[in-house]
């Protein structure tokens, strides 16, 4: 079973997932390493796709950014994953994005199977961008072999976004 979230306060059942939360394992350091970096992409949908590094604190994308309803973002809607997908809106227009915060610090892997594990989860909260997206725009995703290139496409492209912003210096 899937849940819709639609604000923090307001849970619908449904086939999909808008925020998500990969967990950390113990040993996981989730320490602020690098700067602070929110960036935004403009996507072909009606949805702009904003990543959130490590350093990204609460207060500083709470900034520009709340809930799709409104509802003030809190730090305990990031807290304790290694990555989450809010559907949010830009404060200053309201426009819809779809927000994305992963905890961690790509750019000082230990070991290769970590690195792996990191990129895995890069790859999950992006998957979890392309499902929102295509409910936000209700469209299908096609599963026939000849027809799932827009699917991969955006997948690939998101998954970009998302590791372009979080090896930054």
């Known amino acids: 079973m899937f849940y819709l979230i639609l604000s923090k306060y307001n849970i619908y059942t449904g086939p999909f997932s808008l925020v998500t939360f990969s967990f950390p394992s113990k040993?996981?350091?989730?320490?602020?390493?690098?700067k602070v970096h929110i960036d935004t992409y403009e996507s072909i949908y009606p949805?702009?796709?904003v990543v959130a590094n490590n350093a990204a604190t609460t207060k500083q994308i709470a900034k520009d950014y709340c809930w799709f309803d409104g509802?003030?973002?809190?730090?305990?809607?990031?807290?304790n994953c290694l990555g989450c997908v809010i559907r949010a809106k830009r404060k200053s227009d309201g426009r819809k994005v779809?927000?994305?915060?992963?905890?961690?610090?790509?750019?000082?892997?230990?070991?290769?199977?970590?690195?792996?594990?990191?990129?895995?989860?890069?790859?999950?909260?992006a998957g979890h961008v392309v499902l929102d997206t295509y409910s936000y725009?209700?469209?299908r995703i096609c599963t026939?072999?000849?027809?799932?290139?827009?699917?991969?496409?955006?997948?690939?492209?998101?998954?970009?976004?998302i590791y372009k912003t979080i090896i930054k210096k």
């Open 47 to 49: 949805t702009q796709l």
């Open 137 to 139: 725009v209700e469209d």
């Open 144 to 161: 026939e072999v000849c027809k799932q290139e827009p699917f991969c496409y955006y997948l690939e492209w998101v998954f970009k976004c």
């Open 27 to 34: 040993s996981r350091d989730m320490k602020q390493k690098s």
């Open 71 to 79: 509802v003030e973002l809190e730090d305990s809607d990031f807290a």
């Open 98 to 125: 779809t927000l994305v915060k992963i905890n961690f610090d790509l750019s000082k892997p230990s070991k290769p199977e970590a690195f792996l594990d990191d990129i895995a989860s890069l790859v999950h909260e």
